[in-house]
């Protein structure tokens, strides 16, 4: 299961399409509770319209080794690590720079309410950064490339899990996560982070044409949603041949409930598990570059059938890569 992140009540209240309140800024005057700077409103957040995709393929593909497999496998689990650790080195910090670029390199009169959110947003930020980050497990439409095994498998111990799509969305139906490819271009990325900002002004512009005492605070919340939700979504350009989809789990950080650390050799790793139990979700196992082929091949098949997928093909790579 996906053990809810922050607080439970606020977890709740976004599954449900609520506004929630973020317990970061001043005090308030008794000094009990937090006066929250903004409230995220995930019903309507234009972002997650611009975004809805499904792949084309039936299968997506997840790279790992063989511990990685039998994790899997046995617990019936994916782990979704935090974006901050994975090889991107520029996970969640391109989104941010592009942003804070176009907010600061705006055409509104200084007086503005629009410059006055602006202001408010970099005022706030260093407040609200510590909060700043999502938990992603990626997935890749190709199933045998080099690059893929070279990155995320050791010699002569690597596979690629095939994942069934209709399984995934079944997860994103759930509430709880979401599914969304990547995207590499520059002008993808502008247009991505456009889409925040504008719906952050109208929903200023709405609230101030209404009378809301509370407009900037409900500008301020779209606008942090929004990015908290798109920035996993924007990587390098470099990256663009691993075709990359994500689940992603959003407002979660490494001080939330139920996080999970595991150790990754060079770094201690945070993580929120997301089960699959009961759901025939593996499809297909490739097994990545080997010099035993037969007897990976034979051992593999055992391992599905007993975990409860028989069906499960399998397949062996036809990269002529040797790193044994």
């Known amino acids: 299961m996906i053990v809810p992140s922050s607080t439970s009540a606020r977890r709740t209240a976004e599954r449900k399409g609520e506004e929630v309140s973020e317990p970061i800024g001043e005090k308030s005057a008794s000094e009990t509770e937090p006066r929250p700077l903004y409230r995220i409103p995930i019903a309507g957040l234009a972002i997650l319209e611009e975004v809805r995709a499904r792949p084309q393929k039936e299968v997506l593909f997840h790279y790992t080794t063989r511990p990685g497999l039998l994790g899997i496998l ?109 995207y590499y271009s520059a002008d993808d990325h502008q247009r991505l982070i456009s889409v925040v900002i504008e719906d952050a002004v109208r929903r200023l512009n709405e609230g101030l044409s209404s009378g809301s005492p509370d407009a900037q605070k409900d500008a301020l919340g779209a606008f942090m949603g929004g990015l908290q939700f798109v920035a996993p979504m924007i990587k390098h350009e470099k990256f663009a041949e691993e075709r990359e989809w994500r689940i992603i789990v959003p407002f979660a950080n490494v001080w939330s409930p139920g996080v999970c650390f595991r150790h990754s050799g060079r770094l201690l790793v945070p993580y929120v598990p997301i089960g699959f139990h009961g759901l025939t979700l593996i499809k297909q196992v490739r097994i990545g570059p080997t010099p035993h082929p037969d007897l990976e091949e034979r051992a593999t098949s055992g391992l599905l059938t007993l975990s409860g997928f028989p069906k499960a093909i399998i397949e062996v790579s036809k990269v002529p890569y040797r790193d044994w």
Not at 95 to 115: C, G, K, Y
């Open 74 to 182: 046995e617990s019936k689990e994916f782990w979704a690590s935090n974006a901050r650790y994975l090889n991107d080195a520029r996970e969640l910090s391109t989104a941010e720079e592009i942003v804070f670029q176009r907010i600061t390199d705006h055409d509104f009169a200084p007086d503005s309410p629009e410059a006055n959110l602006f202001q408010a947003i970099k005022r706030s930020y260093h407040l609200l950064a510590p909060d700043f980050d999502a938990f992603v497990f990626s997935v890749s439409e190709n199933d045998d490339l080099l690059s893929q095994w070279r990155a995320y498998s050791h010699a002569g111990d690597g596979y690629s899990i095939g994942i069934e799509v209709s399984g995934l969305v079944s997860l994103e139906d759930s509430g709880l996560v979401y599914l969304s490819r990547c």
